[in-house]
């Protein structure tokens, strides 16, 4: 192993110091896989992942691979116990009673239905998992993840709220609705907002609208595709800077059964959502992101997900299909490290992130109150 590679990988955090070697490398990541790992050493590994594709890709890599051996190894014990149940059949007395008495085919299929009946029940479930470990049904384009980005050719609307500014003025703002429809929300006083990639990709021009019906002109200044994020800012000569910011960001990571709310554009109004965080990792055991169980729409994704004080603590971006309630959230850490990875060249003016949290201890109807004017629909054409 290259020795940068080791320097840059393996002796950053106290993860790292213990995997000098690539087999120490797979042990680590096979006892997270098992849940042996503590609380401190799981963290110190999420965030090695996040920084190093490399190891992400290792662990990715190993815990398909595992989980490729435990599908093989059910379905040799499947067949294993279907050649058993088989083997238990007189085949030779089957084949004769063919052509023999309907009375007879009854007293033979009263004497060996059972084991029929396992056979066949085997041989079903064996056909069914290797058809799901082959990517048989992904084939066929099904997909439990979906992504919350909202179409909104078709939606009606006033075209009114959508040529004012703030002298109540007609603006440059367009006088259709978009092709598609997110939310986003303000990262600093002076005119950034954080939304989803997805939202804005392949965009030929983006604005955003407030909560007021007004629309503000803005261009991509950064995006993370790893984490699914992207940087707006306004351009808009109408626009005005912000007040100080109501909320902060949350470094640390938060806990299974914390309190959480979301408000976002699911629909041409701002829509609030609440639930709880349900688990530490999102979709497929993604390290980035949150499972949080709140009720989320197309048009939620770029939403903050703040908790009960007020923090963000991570970005709505995607929901399991199947599931009621199981929605995924990027995790503001990772947020924050994105942000700081942005050339200073890309920015007309410095990013400066608010760190006073003005939201603690209100009322959750007060906090929503305060939240509002630093919450956009975001309109991709």
């Known amino acids: 192993m290259p020795t940068t590679f080791k320097k840059n990988i393996f002796f950053k955090n106290k993860i790292g110091q213990k995997m000098e070697t690539e087999q120490n490398l797979i042990d680590c990541i096979e006892r997270y896989l098992r849940g042996e790992l503590s609380n401190q050493e799981s963290l110190e590994f999420d965030e090695l992942c996040a920084k190093n594709p490399t190891v992400r890709n290792k662990f990715m890599a190993h815990r398909d691979f595992t989980q490729c051996v435990v599908d093989y190894g059910r379905r040799r014990q499947l067949v ?18 063919i052509v023999s008495p309907t009375f007879k085919v009854k007293v033979l299929w009263n004497k060996y239905r059972m084991n029929m009946a396992i056979a066949a029940s085997v041989a079903i479930f064996a056909v069914t ?49 978009g092709r598609f429809g997110g939310t986003g929300f303000a990262i600093s006083r002076n005119g950034y907002i954080i939304t989803n990639n997805h939202v804005v990709q392949g965009a030929d021009s983006v604005y955003v609208q407030n909560m007021e019906g007004q629309s503000f002109k803005v261009k991509l200044i950064y995006v993370d595709p790893t984490c699914d ?14 007040a100080s910011l109501p909320y ?3 470094k640390s990571s938060s806990d299974p059964g914390e309190d959480v709310f979301t408000i976002g554009f699911p629909d041409e109004k701002s829509v609030y959502g ?18 949080v169980s709140i009720p989320v729409n197309p048009g939620n994704s770029g939403g903050p997900l703040l908790d009960s004080y007020g923090n963000v603590i991570g970005i709505i971006s995607g929901k399991q299909t199947h599931f009621d309630g ?39 109807k007060d906090q929503i109150k305060k939240l509002q004017n630093y919450i956009f629909m975001v309109k991709a054409y």
């Open 80 to 97: 294993s116990e279907m050649e058993m149940a088989h083997q238990q059949l007189d085949m030779a007395s089957i084949k004769k009673t």
């Open 129 to 177: 998992i290797t058809l799901i470990s082959t990517g048989y049904f992904s084939k066929l384009g099904s997909t439990n993840y979906s992504v919350l980005r909202r179409e909104v050719n078709n939606l009606k609307r006033s075209q009114n709220a959508l040529i004012k500014n703030m002298n109540g003025k007609s603006s440059d703002s367009p006088t259709n609705p």
């Open 229 to 242: 994020l992207a940087v707006l800012q306004i351009v808009d000569p109408s626009f005005k800077s912000f």
């Open 248 to 250: 902060s960001f949350k």
């Open 274 to 291: 609440k639930g709880y965080l349900s688990s530490r990792t999102g979709y497929a055991g993604d390290t980035l992101a949150y499972q």
């Open 326 to 364: 199981a929605a995924f959230a990027i995790k503001s850490k990772f947020l924050l490290k994105s942000l700081e990875t942005i050339s200073q060249e890309a920015l007309d003016t410095k990013l400066v992130l608010s760190k006073k949290n003005m939201l603690a201890g209100l009322d959750r």
